[in-house]
């Protein structure tokens, strides 16, 4: 339904972004609510107070037995959600008082990156133990006690960067000393090994779709993302509609769909300064099922990147030289890192990034319906860099 208008979609333009493009239900269900939300109120800002009361309802309803939150404090990052962190006096089913630091992460009225609370809620359950993350504890998946959907989970220590070392935002452009490389490069790279190779019970993750081997594994990702596009873009960009068709003429079959983390990168984990230790593997919204060199053609992305000393090193994630990393993956996961395949998933990649800037963004930031505005106004801003860059990953397939 071309020339819908996309501030205020009727309920026959949704219905026919439903029916063009098939998503994973869960991911159906996050857009549509989007859209059918989108006419109404901007983010409007939440008084600590209340946010307070309201997570303690929660907690109360979930957990059966009464709680009290103590300490609430704002915390900064999170480009797509609001958080705050806390300590709550509670009975866990262990049966013993204790003070338990928390984080609640929420939703905006429409994120940068719209995704699931329930899908983060089962993947961080069902990586426990298999990589550092967050203990996670409830969810309010449509805003029942909340403002809007949220989550609850543990305060995990660490920084996403040394005191020495600078970045722009997001954690783009971090470099880091040689010390702080050899240090977590190894780490960061045997967790995303760990994540490829975990294969979680059938019913750990009911709101995912898992792909059969020797299927493309693609089409439900990129009717996911192509909808994105058609829902929030402002503008018509022959070359993202041109990056979209040869995504689609090209799909590779994927012989072993892995679970997937979707935004691995520096930035989303955290680390302790005082023994370069990794502490937890954060935002895992994007996270799905699929070929696994799509986390490696996203990690590798420049934007993720650093330049070492010499100033022609190009550095995965700011942590390690490329050929390196790639030889170090292969060794750890028995996976091959085929140079084709790659280059198809870094095409896919720009898209999404493309999309992400120049339409989420845009949008989000134009109806005020986000807290950071401000970041999403500045990663509208660097669109025509990853427009140039997919237009050359295009150029060389």
Same mark, same amino acid.
């Given at each position: ?13 949704? &219905? ?10 869960? !991911?159906?269900?996050? %857009? ?10 901007? /983010?409007?800002?939440?008084?600590? &107070? ?52 928390? =984080? ?13 609370? =329930?899908?983060?809620?089962? !993947? ?23 403002? /809007? ?19 722009? &935002? ?13 240090? %977590? ?92 230790? !990794? ?16 986390? %490696? ?33 292969? &060794? ?18 720009? /898209? ?46």
């Amino acid at each position: 339904m071309p020339g819908f208008d996309k501030d205020r979609p009727s309920a026959d333009a949704i &219905a026919w972004l439903r029916a063009r493009f098939s998503c994973e239900p869960e !991911i159906d269900r996050i %857009l549509t609510r989007k859209l059918e939300q989108r006419a109404g109120p901007g /983010y409007r800002r939440s008084n600590l &107070a209340e946010l307070v009361g309201a997570t303690e309802a929660l907690i109360r309803a979930r957990h059966g037995a009464d709680c009290h939150i103590s300490d609430a404090r704002w915390l900064t990052g999170g480009v797509s959600k609001l958080q705050f962190a806390f300590t709550l006096t509670w009975t866990p089913p262990a049966g013993v008082v204790a003070r338990s630091p928390m =984080v609640l992460r929420m939703e905006s009225a429409e994120s940068l990156v719209e995704t699931s609370r =329930v899908r983060e809620f089962e !993947i961080l359950h069902a990586l426990q133990g298999v990589v550092p993350v967050p203990p996670v504890y409830w969810l309010d998946a449509r805003g029942e006690f909340l403002p /809007y959907p949220a989550i609850v989970c543990g305060f995990m220590p660490g920084v996403t960067k040394p005191r020495d070392a600078t970045s722009q &935002a997001s954690g783009m452009g971090t470099r880091l000393a040689a010390r702080w490389r050899d240090a %977590l490069g190894p780490q960061f790279l045997t967790a995303l090994a760990r994540i490829h190779g975990h294969a979680p019970a059938l019913n750990a993750l009911p709101s995912f779709v898992r792909p059969p081997p020797g299927t493309t594994a693609l089409d439900l990702d990129l009717d996911h993302w192509e909808r994105v596009w058609e829902e929030d873009a402002d503008e018509d960009v022959p070359l993202m509609r041109f990056a979209m068709a040869w995504l689609r003429a090209h799909r590779p079959v994927c012989e072993r769909p892995v679970l997937l983390h979707g935004d691995y990168r520096m930035g989303n984990f955290l680390f302790t300064e005082e023994d370069a230790r !990794i502490t937890a593997i954060l935002d895992w919204e994007m996270a799905r099922f699929g070929d696994h060199h799509f986390d %490696l053609a996203w990690v590798s992305h420049p934007a993720y990147g650093a330049l070492a000393e010499d100033g022609r090193t190009r550095l995965v994630a700011g942590l390690m030289e490329e050929a390196e990393f790639f030889a170090r993956y292969e &060794a750890e996961t028995g996976l091959a890192v085929d140079a084709r395949r790659l280059h198809y998933y870094r095409v896919l990649a720009g /898209y999404v990034q493309g999309t992400l800037a120049l339409a989420c963004a845009w949008r989000a930031a134009r109806n005020g319906k986000t807290h950071q505005d401000a970041l999403a106004a500045w990663i509208v801003g660097i669109g025509p860099r990853l427009l140039g860059e997919l237009r050359d990953l295009l150029d060389a397939a």
